[in-house]
């Protein structure tokens, strides 16, 4: 695949350039309910305002550039996130609280986490998987799904992470709003409320109902669910691209002017339009007022060490890993002066598929030759001597069917049922595998603790890896 590098350097830096306005532009606004009525900067001229919807794009950065991308799971985002990222609001609190007791992701961002799993914190830290998988969106989804699932589960929020990412991704190659915002569609359930807000965003548009109209028309359908809420801020998104009819600053200030979330809401809208038309998109006096700096004030700098100083610094980190991930999924590619060629798609035959349950241990183990997921037939909190159905996941990665030994340690006094062994086929080459399942009827005993935890033990025969799955159950 060739990809002409000034084209894809271009998209990537108005991208975090237009992050960088919207974030700046809407942030002294943040949190106010009603309509705005803002025209443009209010801030120092140089002085980019600090955000975390950027702040936590460095970290994954620097996570995949030491890991690799093949290896970034949920569990691996999220021992990053308790490492590097500071604040401990909302449902980034709720998500650390609940990794720091043994619960991992999706089921991490749904536990007593009812009134944030829907919120904005995921959509807004889509841009660094629409850059590394431009025009695959299908791709973009899937880390964005692991990296919204730590504190949104399969909420909302992670609907509205998939979507951006799936808009963002595809926006490299195509600026057709309606087509980005159908791709966008077409991978989140068609009955979340997202979807709803998001279709009805352009049915008011297509009616022509005027802007305050429609835009009066997603809160009152979202009031139920509040304010910091995905589904009315991407609808609100939605709103200034299509009212802003491709004007940079008009859809800047639709957007913002929809009040709520507006440094998110201003920082999306800016990233998709610069993704769609380069820097050419953003005006040049917009673009000398922000400057070129990140400022960041969510990081825990002491542990992730140099982190992108900006946003050029960034776009050259990203453009030098983008070979290196899609050349991971067998796609080769090559930087040219010539025209941008797109031949070959992602193969993605050794990924587990997005879960629909919200009790969910998602990817908790890479045994080398077996990616391993965890469910629970019900919430995984046990009173004395009840019980609870579990199913393992086992994803042969390798070529070689293989055979895998199994056995559950329990806490004292705790009983289960299941079958010691478990036959996982081979790989077809090109064609994804089968996911095998395992399943075990497991008992608490007589004095369950607040925080179980019972270990499987994986061991496939002919195989030096042995794998010890961390499960959790609560009291």
Known sequence: MKINRQWYEDKVRACWIGKNIGGTMGGPYEGKPEMQNISG?????????????????????????????????????????????????????????????????????????????????????????????????????RYAYKDACIDHGLGEGTYAAMFVAALESAAFLENDLRKLLEIGLSFIPENCLLAETVRLAVDCYDRGIAFVDARNAVVDKTKSIGMFQAPANVAFVVLGLLYGEGDFKKSMIHTINCGDDTDCTGATVGSIMAIMNGMKAIPEDWRDHIGDSIISNTIAENVIGRYPASCSELTQRIVTLLPVVLGTFCVPVTYTADETEYKEKPICTDQLSIPTNPYTYDEIADLVHTKVRVEFDKRPILAPMESIKLTVTFLNTMSAPRTLSLRLLLPDGWQAEYKRHCYVPHATTGIPLSEIHWSAQITAGENPEMINRIYLEVIAEGQPVAGMIPIVIMG
């Not at 990794?99 to 749904?110: Q, T």
């Not at 025009?135 to 973009?140: D, R, S, T």
Request: hydrophobic content about 40%; overall charge negative; glycine content about 8%.
């Open 41 to 141: 900067y209010i801030t120092e001229k140089g002085q980019p305002l600090p955000n975390d919807d950027l702040d936590l794009q460095l970290v994954w950065l620097k996570l995949i550039e030491a890991k690799g991308i093949k290896s970034i799971t949920p569990a691996l985002l999220a021992e990053y996130w308790l490492m590097c990222i500071v604040p401990h609001w909302n449902e980034y609190g709720t998500g650390k609280a609940n990794l720091k007791i043994g619960l991992l992701p999706p089921y991490s961002g749904e536990f007593e986490n009812e009134k944030w799993r829907d919120s904005n914190g995921a959509w807004i830290r889509t841009e660094i998987w629409a850059c590394l998988f431009p025009g695959f969106p299908k791709m973009a989804v």
